[in-house]
């Protein structure tokens, strides 16, 4: 089961941190992603973050790149997405997701609006 939190409503330009709780033992084995879903658009891919205990590797949509930063505490079973320079067009509702146990999260709302 993973559990996001952290979204809210900030202005163009601020700055959100969002987190991604997992339930069970294996975390640290799992490649963790985030994507986002704007109204009435599909879900896309915003960044992933690669599996292991030492220094994993992150990976950005080209959207995200230089304002977005994810990582994970494998020890608290969570990953989070610390998102800089907010824009409107990063308005969605984010989810995070285990590709391996093939579940997402319920999403947490992201709104930047002045």
């Known amino acids: 089961q993973l559990v996001e939190s952290g979204g809210g409503l900030v202005q163009p330009g601020g700055a959100l941190r969002l987190s991604c709780t997992a339930s069970?033992?294996?975390?640290?084995?799992?490649?963790m992603h985030w994507y986002l879903q704007a109204p009435g658009k599909q879900r896309d891919w915003v960044a992933s973050i690669s599996a292991g205990q030492s220094t994993p590797t992150p990976y950005y949509a080209n959207s995200v790149k230089g304002r977005f930063t994810i990582y994970r505490d494998n020890a608290k079973n969570t990953v989070y997405l610390q998102m800089n320079s907010l824009k409107p067009e990063d308005t969605a509702v984010y989810y995070c997701?285990?590709?391996?146990?093939?579940?997402w999260g319920q999403g947490t709302q992201v709104t930047v609006s002045s």
């Open positions: 069970g033992s294996a975390f640290s084995i799992y490649t």
């Open positions: 997701y285990n590709a391996n146990a093939g579940s």
